[in-house]
T-cell receptor
Framework: GQNIDQPTEMTATEGAIVQINCTYQTSGFNGLFWYQQHAGEAPTFLSYNVLDGLEEKGRFSSFLSRSKGYSYLLLKELQMKDSASYLCAVKTTDSWGKLQFGAGTQVVVTP | EAGVTQSPTHLIKTRGQQATLRCSPISGHTSVYWYQQALGLGLQFLLWYDEGEERNRGNFPPRFSGRQFPNYSSELNVNALELEDSALYLC???????FGPGTRLTVL
């Protein structure tokens, strides 16, 4: 099986930076996804990492270290609308495309 | 290009009834993945359909079933509904999944 761990909740101030960590234990790793999910809505795809390194997309960046089984999502210049749950998900070579999700990190942005 | 669509948006049923949820994948995509997100729980993989066949299912009882039609749209059927089946049901297509808007199923 796969274990995917991420913090339950993080709080940060508007304009600040928050880093959400995700660690995973799996065999046949074949990619890691980050999603944003606002309450009552479907998850929205943010980023996909399959190779080591940093992927930057506007205010959001995602990093992957396959040797350490570790990823983080970096949210810069936080805005109130960034208050949401952030989901880390892993795909493996034997998973036929399905994803294994972490429980999600609730980010609360305060004024 | 239209995204993944799902219907209905909301569905209210009583315990013991059956629910039918529908999903249409992105045009040209042959795979449909169903996930369940119960309140306070993470997304759990339910079923995978590809080219009209069920390819894999998650750890759910047989009363969760479905099918895929020749146009690659899919139905998820939940029989003998239980209170704990209340959840957001999400559908995704392709191997880089973008989710549909979901169906909120409430079992009373």
């Amino acid at each position: 099986g796969q274990n995917i761990d991420q913090p339950t909740e993080m709080t940060a101030t508007e304009g600040a930076i928050v880093q959400i960590n995700c660690t995973y234990q799996t065999s046949g790793f074949n990619g890691l996804f980050w999603y944003q999910q606002h309450a009552g809505e479907a998850p929205t795809f943010l980023s996909y990492n399959v190779l080591d390194g940093l992927e930057e997309k506007g205010r959001f960046s995602s990093f992957l270290s396959r040797s350490k089984g570790y990823s983080y999502l970096l949210l810069k210049e936080l805005q109130m609308k960034d208050s949401a749950s952030y989901l880390c998900a892993v795909k493996t070579t034997d998973s036929w495309g399905k994803l294994q999700f972490g429980a999600g990190t609730q980010v609360v942005v305060t004024p | 290009e239209a995204g993944v669509t799902q219907s209905p948006t909301h569905l209210i049923k009583t315990r013991g009834q059956q629910a039918t949820l529908r999903c249409s994948p992105i045009s040209g995509h042959t795979s449909v993945y169903w996930y369940q997100q119960a309140l306070g729980l993470g997304l759990q993989f339910l079923l995978w359909y590809d080219e009209g066949e069920e390819r894999n299912r998650g750890n759910f009882p047989p009363r969760f079933s479905g099918r895929q039609f020749p146009n690659y749209s899919s139905e998820l059927n939940v029989n003998a509904l239980e209170l704990e089946d209340s959840a957001l049901y999400l559908c995704a297509s392709s191997q880089l999944p973008y989710f549909g808007p979901g169906t909120r199923l409430t079992v009373l």
